[in-house]
């Protein structure tokens, strides 16, 4: 597990948030291969008037067909289902909503054998900043 780059602090409800990188994270660590590198990075970049964070992994991948539906309550990946992973499909659902809230997006990449990484967007209003830090 590696973290790149530094996070300013956010004005948000806390547990909400854990919520966010709990499951994303959670999610990383589910669908991950069982053979190969085995990695999650989670990296933040500055993106015009949005921070955006990913969280990157080197898990089974997600299928191009499947990407449009991954944020609709009690929809999973059909390899999830063929694979027995426990979940019910909501997880990614409230990550949306919860993101949506603070007026950020919630996206996904993904390449299926390659891995996955999910990025969640929230403008910069979101957060407090040292002067050396706006950029």
């Not at 990157?56 to 191009?64: H, L, P, Q």
């Not at 067909?65 to 390899?79: G, N, Q, W």
């Amino acid at each position: 597990f590696a973290i790149q780059g530094h996070l300013p602090a956010m004005r948000c409800e806390r547990a909400r948030m854990r919520q966010v990188f709990q499951n994303l994270i959670d999610n990383a660590v589910k669908y991950m291969r069982e053979e190969g590198p085995r990695t999650i990075t989670m990296s933040v970049s500055w993106e015009g008037d949005q921070i955006v964070m990913a969280c990157k992994d080197s898990g089974m991948g997600i299928a191009a067909d499947e990407l449009p539906h991954l944020f609709h309550v009690f929809r999973r990946a059909k390899s999830a289902s063929m694979m027995k992973i426990p979940g019910k499909g909501v997880g990614l659902a409230s990550v949306k909503s919860i993101i949506e809230n603070y007026h950020g997006r919630l996206w996904a990449e993904s390449t299926a054998g390659e891995g996955t990484t999910f990025f969640v967007a929230v403008p910069r209003s979101h957060f407090e900043f040292e002067k050396q830090e706006v950029a």
